[in-house]
């Protein structure tokens, strides 16, 4: 092997290295902050990327099956993340079908290779394209929470079900066209009975189901604030309790009544 070649192979290696460490950088410290729209639109930038370092480099093989991989998580993490409904699903799947296999036959059975300045204009323009989608995305705060406590709560009529006693509502409000992701502000309650006090954390139920992940564009999700009190707990309150919000739960109380707190 030549000094030249080795000096190209350590440098392709080197160059690898520093992307794979940007990468994680960026994911670590911006991705949480991004909607779930943009994440899956940059698992697809990603898998471009991949599929023009195969069609530019000596390493087609690897690269192919990177794309693959990247393809396969973008359309799949979108579609768990979007309401595309079945005929969204299935046409989402088909075209990624056509574009993984379309690329394999392509670059792998034609052995098309892009010249290095078709490579660097594709690249920039990925670039380009991501660096617009995450701006746009970090550059608004589109989320609106709303949270309201009720008078009085009811008890469950069999103390044994572990029912859910709810104590409030919640809304999310999007007003940007990406999906974003839903982060409820935390709270907690303190149940009193008129002699003890139960500290419980309160959690956001929407549609079923507990913590919801992410709001459309322009959408609305409305949660009710719920408490899962113990058995013993709700033996010894009324059918009905007062409801209150308070800053910070007092250390005790006479009266029976519920003391929503909101980190806010």
Same mark, same amino acid.
């Given at each position: 092997m030549s000094d030249r070649t080795l000096g190209r192979r350590v440098g392709e290696l080197v160059a690898a290295l520093v992307g794979v460490a940007a990468v994680a950088v960026f994911a670590r410290r911006v991705g949480p902050d991004l909607s779930v729209t $943009?994440?899956?639109?940059?698992?697809?930038?990603?898998?471009?990327?991949?599929? +023009?370092? %195969?069609?530019?480099? /000596?390493?087609?093989?690897?690269?192919?099956?990177? !794309?693959?991989? *990247?393809?396969?998580?973008? +359309?799949?993490?979108?579609?768990?993340?979007?309401?595309?409904?079945?005929?969204?699903?299935? %046409?989402? @799947?088909? *075209?990624?079908?056509?574009?993984?296999?379309?690329?394999? !036959? +392509?670059?792998?059975?034609?052995? !098309?290779?892009?010249? /290095?300045?078709?490579?660097?204009? =594709? $690249?920039?323009?990925?670039?380009?394209?991501?660096?617009?989608? +995450? =701006?746009?995305?970090?550059?608004?705060?589109?989320?609106t929470y709303e949270t309201t406590v009720h008078g009085a709560a009811e008890m469950p009529a069999d103390p044994e079900q572990s029912t859910a006693v709810v104590v409030g509502a919640?809304?999310?409000d999007n007003d940007f066209v990406y999906r974003e992701q839903v982060s409820f502000p935390a709270a907690r309650a303190c149940v009193f009975n008129g002699t003890a006090r139960t500290d419980v954390a309160v959690l956001y139920r929407a549609g079923g189901s507990y913590f919801p992940s992410s709001v459309g564009g322009n959408g609305r999700i409305?949660?009710?604030?719920?408490?899962?009190?113990?058995?013993?707990? $709700?033996?010894?309150?009324?059918?009905? @309790?007062?409801?209150?919000?308070?800053?910070?739960?007092?250390?005790a109380s006479d009266r029976e009544r519920i003391v929503v707190v909101v980190d806010e």
């Open positions: $943009v994440q899956s639109a940059l698992f697809a930038l990603a898998a471009t990327l991949a599929l +023009v370092g %195969a069609a530019t480099t /000596r390493f087609r093989q690897g690269l192919l099956f990177l !794309y693959a991989a *990247l393809l396969a998580g973008a +359309v799949g993490y979108a579609a768990s993340t979007h309401s595309l409904g079945t005929a969204g699903t299935f %046409a989402a @799947v088909g *075209l990624a079908l056509v574009a993984l296999f379309g690329a394999v !036959y +392509v670059v792998e059975e034609r052995r !098309y290779r892009l010249r /290095r300045g078709e490579a660097v204009a =594709a $690249v920039v323009v990925v670039a380009v394209a991501g660096g617009a989608l +995450v =701006a746009a995305d970090l550059g608004t705060s589109p989320l919640a809304t999310v409305r949660a009710d604030m719920t408490v899962l009190p113990s058995q013993a707990t $709700v033996e010894s309150l009324s059918a009905t @309790v007062p409801v209150e919000r308070a800053d910070e739960c007092p250390a």
